[in-house]
């Protein structure tokens, strides 16, 4: 498996605070990914970064944030946390382009009260 | 926007059994990926597939992209109980790059 790693692994937590998840790679790759995952609708992606400090929006973005300072790190924050945000949140890395393959960390499951 | 259907989303077969899954897009993809999940694991990449009309397989698992370039297939021959998981396809965007991943496709094999 690629050298990463997420966490918390597990989290539970209270509607409208602050959740800060991190994501952690030893691979040295550009891209980097935040998927939540749901019942019935697979991978959906939420931001991603293509370089330090180079982010975008991905298809279910609202509510969250994102932040990376250094290669190997990409965090995502959920500023007001609410039970809808309750799901598996997977971080994933690809090398040197973004239709590249993709390798995932082992996932945090957030539940929000 | 760009979407990635696959069907069926889920499947019970005996062991032994054939399984197919499939997978379609509203646009033409740069290439598609398939992914494999096990219970409670994350997603592992299996395969990409790149030119109009490819097939390639993997042991029992034989993985076909489409001559338009808009749908895909994965058929497992014989399945055994250690192909449970969920099984995603993943399109790359002809325009923007980006993956879209299908919703996935459980698979129970029962012994």
């Known amino acids: 498996d690629a050298g990463i790693t997420q966490s918390p692994r597990h989290k539970v937590t209270e509607t409208g605070t602050p959740v800060t998840l991190r994501c952690h790679q030893t691979e040295n790759h550009r891209y980097m990914y935040w998927y939540r995952q749901d019942p019935g609708h697979g991978l959906r992606l939420i931001h991603y970064s293509y370089g330090v400090k180079d982010t975008d929006k991905g298809e279910v973005s609202d509510g969250y944030s994102v932040s990376r300072s250094k290669t190997e790190d990409f965090l995502l924050t959920l500023e007001s946390a609410t039970s809808s945000q309750t799901s598996v949140y997977f971080c994933?890395?690809?090398?040197?382009?973004?239709?590249?393959?993709?390798?995932f960390g082992p996932g945090t499951r957030l539940l929000v009260l | 926007g760009q979407q990635v259907m696959q069907i069926p989303q889920y499947q019970h077969v005996q062991e032994g059994e054939d399984f197919t899954t499939y997978c379609n897009s509203s646009?033409?993809?740069?290439?598609i990926q398939w992914y494999k999940q096990r219970p409670g694991g994350h997603p592992v990449f299996l395969i990409q597939l790149v030119k109009s009309g490819e097939v390639k397989k993997q042991k029992r698992l034989t993985f076909q992209f489409g001559e338009a370039k808009k749908n895909s297939s994965l058929h497992i021959t014989a399945t055994q109980t250690t192909d449970v998981g969920t099984y995603f396809c993943?399109?790359?965007?002809?325009?923007?790059?980006?993956?879209?991943f299908g919703q996935g496709t459980t698979l129970q094999v029962k012994p």
């Open positions: 993943a399109g790359a965007s002809g325009n923007t790059g980006k993956l879209i």
């Open positions: 994933a890395i690809s090398e040197s382009q973004i239709q590249e393959t993709q390798y």
């Open positions: 646009t033409t993809l740069s290439n």
